[in-house]
């Protein structure tokens, strides 16, 4: 099956700055998404991204599908960013999720 | 829009008891999707249906695991008998159609001792 990876595992920033965050996948993909979980455990999600690049406020992604990998960019960080971003690769008719990149915003 | 429902929040139970898990979709939604959350990893997904069938359950301990979709609305997820390795969250989630617009309930924290 499919393999997704993430980096990197963890991550700390000071409020206002901007990250990056990868996901590697090992097939090539027909779409791609994007999830967050809060610390409460809850999961959004921000994009379902099969190619090209997507903005929604100051998140935005990038798949390239050919190079089997995207990137979810941050910018401005605030406190309420924290929690684990998650990537999801389609195998089958669902989705294989990756380990995740967990985000700490330091205020 | 009421979101996806799952009951309860939190479970502890003893190795070896059974425990379920209630699941309410969001109306209309024919795809349901059960997943296992263990603490540090992603959700791995366990079964999925479509409407009341069961399209994919390959990664179901199928010796200890169940479960029904009843009337294609809400789910149950069974597990009888626990195990300690069983402690995680158990994620439902649903779509309109299959691996798009994935929405996501609350999940329910089992601990198993």
């Known amino acids: 099956g499919i393999q997704v990876e993430q980096s990197p595992p963890d991550l700390i920033l000071q409020e206002g700055a901007n990250s990056t965050l990868r996901c590697n996948f090992s097939d090539s993909v027909n779409n791609l998404q994007w999830f967050h979980q809060n610390p409460w455990g809850q999961l959004i999600n921000l994009f379902y991204i099969p190619s090209g690049t997507k903005q929604n406020g100051r998140l935005s992604a990038t798949t390239v599908a050919t190079e089997r990998y995207s990137l979810l960019y941050i910018s401005s960080s605030q406190t309420t960013d924290s929690g684990v971003y998650f990537c999801?690769?389609?195998?089958?008719?669902?989705?294989?999720f990756g380990p995740g990149t967990r985000l700490s915003v330091l205020p | 829009e009421a979101g996806v429902a799952q009951s309860p929040r939190y479970k502890i139970i003893e190795k070896r008891q059974s425990v379920a898990f209630w699941c309410n979709p969001i109306s209309g939604h024919a795809t349901l999707y059960w997943y296992q959350q263990i603490l540090g990893q992603g959700p791995k997904l366990l079964i999925q249906?479509?409407?009341?069938?069961?399209?994919?359950d390959s990664q179901l301990p199928k010796d200890r695991f169940s479960a029904e979709r009843l009337k294609g609305v809400d789910s149950t997820l069974k597990i009888q008998p626990a195990k300690l390795e069983d402690s995680a969250v158990y994620l439902c989630?649903?779509?309109?159609?299959?691996?798009?617009?994935?929405?996501f309930g609350s999940g329910t924290r089992l601990t198993v001792v």
């Open positions: 999801a690769a389609p195998q089958g008719q669902n989705f294989v």
């Open positions: 249906f479509q409407n009341n069938g069961v399209v994919d």
């Open positions: 989630a649903s779509s309109p159609v299959r691996a798009y617009g994935y929405t």
